[in-house]
C-alpha cells in the first residue's frame, strides 16, 4: 500500500489545491510536498535493497487485453522516487516571494505532475507506466503555455509535438510487445523473462530509444530542449531540467536494455557514440552561449549525453555512476537555474556580458552560486564527482577512445561555467546594476539546503551507491 500512498498523496493535493486562493494554494503545495516526503523517506528506511521489488500492488484492470495495475520498486525505481520527491519542496518554496498569476492552478499542476512523475517510476506494467508517461505531459505544458515568456507558444508546441512523437512510437512498441508475447502481459517481469526474436529487436529497439532519446535528450534529438528551457517559467524549468529528464534515462536502464538485450547490443556502439559527440557539441555550444539560462540548457544536454553513454556501456561502474549522476544532476540543475532566476529577478537581464560584480554586493549568494558551479563541474568532494567519475571508468572499460572524448565534459564544463561565474559574480560592478537585494528568507533556505545536499552526498555517496548496487548486479545477470 505504501507505493499507492506515495501516488495518490500529489493527485489528492493537487485536486484540494485548486480550490485554494492566493497564498494558500502555495502553502498547501508545501505542505504536501513535505508530507510526501517524509513518507518517501519512510519507504527508503524500510526498504530492503536485496535487487528485488518491494511495496507491490497488484490489481487485475481490464481482462481483454490483459491489463493490470502494478505497482512496485526495486533500488533504481527507489532513487528516483526520492529525487522526485525531495526536489518538489525546494521547487514549490523557491516560489514563495513571487506573485504567480492563477497560483491555484499553477501549483495544482506542479503537484498533479509529481503525481505523474511518481506513476512512471512506480509503474511495473507498461500500458500503466505509459499512461503516466504521457500525464506528466500535460501539467508541464500548461505551465510552460500559461507562464512561459513571450516565445511561449511556438516553443511549447515544438517542445509537445517532439515528445509526442515519440510517445506514440513506444507505444508500438509496446503493442508489438504484447501481441508476441505468449502470455499476452505487459508486466515488467513478463516483458523482461520473455524475449522476442533478434529480427524484431533491431526495430523495436529504435521505437523505445527514439521516445527515450528525445525526452533526455540525446544528441540529435535535442533540438527542442535549450528553447524550452529558456522560454518556461523558472519552477517549470526545474521541473523539466530536475525531473523529467530523467524520466528517460531511468528508462533505458529499467525499460530499454531488460526487454531488448539483442537490440540493445546491435546498437550499443551506436549510440554511445552518439552520446559522446553530443557530449563535445553541447559543451562547445555552451562555452559559446552569452545568455545564462541557455548555458545551462547545454551545460544539462553534455551532463546527460555521458550518463547515457555510460548507461550502454553496460559496465557496472557505468551504469552505477548513471544513477549517481541522475541524482546529482537532478539537485545541480535545479540549483544553476534557481540562481539564474534569482540574477533575473534582481538585475532585469540574463546576458552575461551586462552582469558583473554581484560579489562586490551580495557575498552570500556568491558562495552559494559558487558551491552550485563546482558540484556542477564534478569537484572532488561535491556530488558530481562520484558519478562522473564512475561514468568516464565505465566508458572506459568499453572504449578507451569513447572516454578520452567523453572526458571532454570535465575540462569544457569548467571553462565554461568557471568563466561564467567569473564574469557574473566578479570583476567591477556592472553598469547595469546598480544594487543587488539582499536574499530572501525561502531563497537562503533553498540554496543553504541545496548546497548541503551538493556537499553531503559528494562526501557520502555509499547510501545512493548501496541503494542500486542489488539492483544493477540483477540487470547485469
Request: neutral net charge; charged residues 10%; contains cysteine.
Amino acid at each position: 500500500m505504501l507505493s499507492l500512498e506515495l501516488l495518490f498523496i500529489p493527485l489528492f493535493a493537487s485536486l484540494l489545491i485548486l480550490f485554494a486562493k492566493g497564498k494558500a494554494a502555495r502553502a498547501l503545495a508545501l505542505v504536501f510536498t513535505l508530507i510526501q516526503l517524509l513518507v518517501t523517506g519512510y519507504a527508503y528506511t524500510i526498504f530492503k535493497a536485496n535487487g528485488g521489488a518491494a511495496f507491490e500492488f497488484t490489481q487485475a484492470w481490464v481482462k481483454s487485453p490483459v491489463i493490470n495495475i502494478h505497482f512496485g520498486v526495486d533500488g533504481i525505481s527507489l532513487l528516483m522516487v526520492m529525487l522526485t520527491n525531495l526536489l518538489l519542496p525546494l521547487i514549490v518554496l523557491s516560489g514563495f516571494n513571487r506573485e504567480t498569476k492563477r497560483p491555484h492552478i499553477f501549483y495544482a499542476l506542479m503537484l498533479f505532475m509529481q503525481f505523474a512523475l511518481n506513476g512512471v517510476f512506480l509503474s511495473m506494467d507498461a500500458f500503466v507506466y505509459y499512461i503516466f508517461w504521457e500525464l506528466a505531459l500535460i501539467p508541464i505544458y500548461f505551465i510552460a503555455f500559461n507562464w512561459g515568456d513571450e516565445n511561449r507558444g511556438k516553443v511549447t508546441i515544438k517542445f509537445f509535438i517532439y515528445t509526442l512523437v515519440g510517445s506514440l512510437l513506444m507505444l508500438f512498441g509496446f503493442v508489438f510487445l504484447y501481441l508476441s508475447s505468449p502470455q499476452h502481459s505487459l508486466d515488467w517481469n513478463t516483458l523482461t523473462q520473455f524475449k522476442t526474436c533478434s529480427c524484431n529487436q533491431t526495430w523495436l529497439f529504435w521505437l523505445l530509444f527514439a521516445a527515450f532519446a528525445i525526452k533526455i535528450p540525446i544528441f540529435p534529438f535535442h533540438t527542442w530542449q535549450p528553447d524550452t528551457y529558456k522560454s518556461a517559467p523558472t519552477q517549470g524549468t526545474m521541473l523539466l531540467s530536475g525531473i523529467m529528464l530523467k524520466m528517460g534515462t531511468y528508462s533505458l536502464i529499467k525499460w530499454l536494455l531488460p526487454i531488448v538485450p539483442d537490440g540493445f547490443k546491435e546498437w550499443q556502439a551506436v549510440v554511445i557514440t552518439l552520446s559522446v559527440i553530443g557530449i563535445v557539441y553541447a559543451s562547445i555550444i555552451a562555452i559559446m552561449q552569452t545568455d545564462l539560462k541557455r548555458l545551462f540548457a547545454y551545460s544539462s544536454i553534455a551532463h546527460v549525453g555521458l550518463i547515457a553513454a555510460g548507461v550502454f556501456s553496460f559496465t557496472q561502474q557505468g551504469l552505477q555512476g548513471s544513477l549517481a549522476q541522475m541524482f546529482a544532476h537532478g539537485i545541480n540543475v535545479v540549483g544553476l537555474f534557481f540562481c539564474a532566476d534569482i540574477i533575473l529577478s534582481r538585475t532585469g537581464t540574463l546576458q552575461i556580458s551586462n552582469l558583473g560584480g554581484i560579489r562586490n554586493q551580495n557575498r552570500l549568494f556568491s558562495s552559494l552560486f559558487l558551491i552550485v558551479v563546482l558540484g556542477s563541474v564534478a569537484l572532488p568532494l561535491t556530488n558530481g564527482f562520484i558519478g562522473e567519475f564512475l561514468l568516464l571508468y565505465g566508458v572506459f572499460e568499453y572504449n578507451t577512445w569513447l572516454s578520452v572524448f567523453a572526458g571532454l565534459t570535465i575540462i569544457l564544463g569548467a571553462v565554461y561555467m568557471l568563466r561564467m561565474f567569473q564574469n557574473v559574480m566578479s570583476g567591477p560592478d556592472s553598469e547595469h546594476i546598480s544594487s543587488f537585494p539582499p536574499l530572501h528568507w525561502n531563497e537562503k533556505l533553498v540554496l543553504i539546503l541545496i548546497g548541503g545536499l551538493i556537499i553531503l552526498t559528494g562526501v557520502f555517496p555509499a547510501p545512493i551507491l548501496e541503494l542500486t548496487q542489488p539492483a544493477i548486479d540483477n540487470l547485469l545477470k
